[in-house]
């Protein structure tokens, strides 16, 4: 083997190396990113499991009802229970066969 062919051989070693280096570098910072973001998305998640539910009360027609955000936009309706609407009052919105009573004022 001449010396230029050796020259050659071991520029191309360094070439590889170098290359192999960064290959290897590439892939910790990749493999420590996605560690770090799994690490960072369950933690998120427990935190969300764990707070209370964010809600507003909104009326319609007179009753109160609470609406709480879900995923993708959609709205979860519940009526409130303890509702200012005097109908709740007046009648009973639980269909009780034991119990017939006629509204007040009859």
Do not use: W
């Amino acid at each position: 083997m001449s010396q230029l062919d050796k020259q050659l051989m071991v520029g191309f070693r360094l070439l590889v190396n170098r290359r192999c280096t960064r290959v290897v570098l590439l892939l910790m910072v990749s493999a420590t990113a996605c560690r770090e973001y799994g690490e960072n998305h369950a933690r998120q998640i427990e935190e969300e499991r764990s707070s209370p539910p964010m809600y507003r009360v909104v009326t319609i027609e007179g009753c109160e009802y609470l609406r709480m955000e879900v995923t993708h936009g959609y709205a979860v309706l519940t009526h409130k229970g303890n509702c200012r609407n005097p109908i709740h009052c007046r009648l009973d919105t639980v269909s009780r066969p034991d119990r017939l009573e006629s509204p007040p004022g009859r």
